[in-house]
């Protein structure tokens, strides 16, 4: 079978990224989002399809108060201005796992999708569960070390380390 790779951009929106952010999403903007844009014009340029995605939390008063980021219809949920845009494929996530999504599911089916590449936020959160579904649903799973942070500590990092290598799932 021939490799048909994506790229899947995981959660690189205003929340995480811009001046206004919360203390704790502690990454370093410039790097991060040069590293993803180089991957991005890379994946575009070679003929892969480039799929970002959004973390969305419903937009209710006691989310707003418990999270107070990625809130549904805010300013703060939408991609971040200095991501480069190269593809209409843009898909909203309610859990880490990307693909709990039935149109970006319906999308990888209709291009033969059968790797995908992922970066982006964060490496034990969003992009962790999402190798790890893609992994269950029989999709091959890689995650990009240039383009992927976190601003979890050490012992996290190693765990889903762990969890992914596991799971068969490598870093490129």
């Not at 709990?100 to 209709?110: F, G, P, S, V």
Request: glycine residues 8%; positive net charge; hydrophobic residues 35%.
């Amino acid at each position: 079978m021939t490799e048909k790779k994506a790229l899947v951009v995981i959660d690189m929106q205003n929340d995480y990224l811009w001046e206004k952010r919360k203390s704790r999403f502690s990454y370093d903007t410039d790097k991060l989002v040069g590293d993803v844009n180089a991957l991005i014009h890379k994946y575009h340029d070679d003929g892969c399809e480039v799929i970002y995605i959004r973390h969305i939390i419903q937009n209710l008063p006691t989310n707003r108060l418990l999270f107070g980021y990625s809130i549904a219809g805010t300013e703060g949920a939408e991609l971040y201005k200095g991501v480069d845009i190269v593809s209409e494929y843009c898909f909203d996530k309610l859990v880490g796992d990307a693909l709990t999504n039935k149109q970006l599911r319906e999308l990888i089916d209709k291009k033969g999708i059968n790797t995908l590449h992922i970066c982006g936020l964060d490496e034990c959160g969003c992009v962790t569960s999402t190798a790890l579904g893609a992994a269950r649903r029989g999709i091959k799973a890689e995650i990009l070390r240039n383009g992927t942070v976190s601003v979890f500590p050490e012992k996290k990092i190693n765990k889903a380390h762990e969890k992914l290598k596991k799971a068969g799932i490598v870093f490129i």
